[in-house]
């Protein structure tokens, strides 16, 4: 089960290599996965989605399927990928018990 933890918006940095590409607009939620039963959270399993103001023509197509980070206006960063040409965020993290892809 995945249980909603953070929700967050505003306007943050894309970065990618180290190098700020430019400012976006963003929309976060971020889900934790929890053991059915004791509602504790499985270490590691979480799924981030969203979106940023992205635009392939005139940000570069090449940023689509790349791994960047996004710092949020709390200070915090995380890492992204967008999943398509309209700037949709998804990260996963897998938990204690990896897939051969990790």
């Known amino acids: 089960m995945m249980k909603l933890v953070e929700a967050s918006a505003g306007l943050g940095d894309l970065v990618r290599d180290g190098q700020v590409i430019r400012q976006v607009r963003y929309q976060i939620s971020r889900f934790q996965g929890m053991l059915e039963g004791s509602g ?45 040409s309209r700037g949709r965020i998804l990260a996963e993290g897998h938990g204690p018990m990896k897939c051969s892809c990790c």
Request: aromatic content about 4%; proline content about 9%.
């Open 40 to 84: 504790m959270p499985i270490p590691g399993l979480y799924r981030i989605e969203g979106s940023i103001d992205f635009d392939a023509d005139r940000d570069g197509p090449e940023l689509v399927g790349t791994p960047l980070t996004l710092r949020l206006e709390s200070g915090s960063a995380i890492g992204i990928t967008l999943a398509d």
